[in-house]
Every structure is written in structure tokens, then in C-alpha cells.
């Protein structure tokens, strides 16, 4: 059964880089066509789509987001990380990763647990 | 303000019918963009419900259903239970923003 686990920082400081990693189970993240996400949650409100990859380096990002976000791939641990730059407060939110089968226009269809992240000096 | 507005809340008693709309426009669902329908339950990663606009995932029960006509789309669960309540949300693509959109949410209240 697939599996997906973010890690990172729980508390960033504001104009600092936010960076997660997400590790996957089960599933090499090279060896099948699939596209892989982030999708984030603040506090009390609804989804919001960060970007999609596939692990060979196409990537599409929310418009709103794209000056500050970087994804990249480590296929020897198979991991995918994610990082935003100059945090702000309306950045603080619970962070998911999970799997695109074809991309951004399709389902996101294993989600990790999410892991929380708050931007606070 | 998302591209596709879904109703804050919906409620139905035990053993009804209730339907969630997602409602969108030219540039997402009408343009014939596939949605999805996900169920997050309090403290939980969301889970994917339907896909593909109809398409159930293996072990979502057949309660739920989902439809697409023009630019709308719709969930439905028959027979409520106490376990459904939950915020659900609708997903699609959107070519003006060019990416993937979703819904604000609704809340289900099982009464």
C-alpha cells in the first residue's frame, strides 16, 4: 500500500525559507508515470493547491505561488521535497504531499497525514 | 473566493439523501475538466471520494455517487450515517488560473 510521510520544521521564521520533505513507501517514485503534489490547508479553511512534478523535472505551480516555490526530487530515497521562500503568517498551514497519477488536472488520489507548519518570529 | 463555489453547509437525517454542489464556469467544469470529490473527516488528511467526474475508488462505498452537467457537478450520498459527517471538497482544473482549483468546502451535519 502506498504511503506518504512529510517531515520538516514546524516553526518558521517570517521572510525564511519553509521546507518539507515528503518520503514515499512502497512505490518508486521514478519507476511509474505518475506525477507527484503539495497541497496545503491554513487553519480553519480549505485546500489550496501548491504544485505538481514528475520526478524527471516537469513541473506546474500555482500562479499565485510561483515566484516562491521550488520542488525537487531525490529518487535514492526516494523523496520529493518542497520549498517556499520568503514565508510569511499566511503561510502557516497543515502541508500535504500526495500522488497525481497524470498531473495537475487529475485526481490526487494518497495523501500523507500533513504536517503543520507555522510562520512565527 | 474560489472558481468553483460549493455551499458552506448541507445537513440530512440518518438514512437520507443529501447532494453537494460544485458549481463552476467555461474555464473549469464546462470546458469539460474531470472533478473530483474528496472527504475530510476533523483532524484528517482528505480522501478521495470520486474521481473522474463518476469513478469510485476501491473500498468507497457505493453511497456515494458523483455527476457533471455543463459547469456544475454534484455529490450525492444515499443513505447517511453518523461516520459521514465531514467537509467535503471538489477539485477540477482551471484554464485562466492555469492549475488545479478546489472548492471551499462544505460541512455535512448528520442531524
Known amino acids: 500500500q502506498l504511503q506518504l510521510q512529510e517531515s520538516g520544521p514546524g516553526l518558521v521564521k517570517p521572510s525564511e525559507t519553509l521546507s518539507l520533505t515528503c518520503t514515499v513507501s512502497?512505490?518508486?517514485?521514478?519507476?511509474?508515470?505518475?506525477?507527484w503534489g503539495w497541497i496545503r490547508q491554513p487553519p480553519g479553511k480549505g485546500l489550496e493547491w501548491i504544485g505538481s512534478?514528475?520526478?524527471?523535472?516537469?513541473?506546474h505551480y500555482n500562479p499565485s505561488l510561483k515566484s516562491r516555490v521550488t520542488t525537487s526530487v531525490d529518487t535514492s530515497k526516494n523523496q520529493f521535497s518542497l520549498k517556499l521562500s520568503s514565508a510569511t503568517a499566511a503561510d502557516t498551514a497543515v502541508y500535504y504531499c500526495?500522488?497525481?497519477?497524470?498531473?495537475?488536472?487529475?485526481?490526487?488520489?494518497?495523501w500523507g497525514q500533513g504536517t503543520l507548519v507555522t510562520v512565527s518570529s | 473566493q474560489s472558481v468553483l463555489t460549493q455551499p458552506p453547509s448541507v445537513s440530512g437525517a440518518p438514512g437520507q439523501r443529501v447532494t453537494i454542489s460544485c458549481t463552476g464556469s467555461?474555464?473549469?467544469?464546462?470546458?469539460?475538466?474531470?472533478v473530483h470529490w474528496y472527504q475530510q473527516l476533523p483532524g484528517t488528511a482528505p480522501k478521495l471520494l470520486i474521481y473522474a467526474n463518476i469513478n469510485r475508488p476501491s473500498g468507497v462505498p457505493d453511497r456515494f455517487s458523483g455527476s457533471r452537467s455543463g459547469t456544475s457537478a454534484s455529490l450525492a450520498i444515499t443513505g447517511l450515517q453518523a461516520e459521514d459527517e465531514a467537509n467535503y471538497y471538489c477539485?477540477?482544473?482551471?484554464?485562466?488560473?492555469?492549475?488545479?482549483?478546489f472548492g471551499r468546502g462544505t460541512k455535512l451535519t448528520v442531524l
Open positions: 477539485q477540477s482544473y482551471d484554464t485562466s488560473l492555469s492549475g488545479s482549483v
Open positions: 512502497s512505490v518508486s517514485i521514478s519507476s511509474n508515470s505518475y506525477y
Open positions: 500526495a500522488r497525481n497519477p497524470y498531473g495537475e488536472l487529475s485526481q490526487f488520489d494518497y
Open positions: 512534478f514528475y520526478y524527471s523535472g516537469s513541473t
Open positions: 467555461s474555464s473549469n467544469i464546462g470546458a469539460g475538466y474531470d
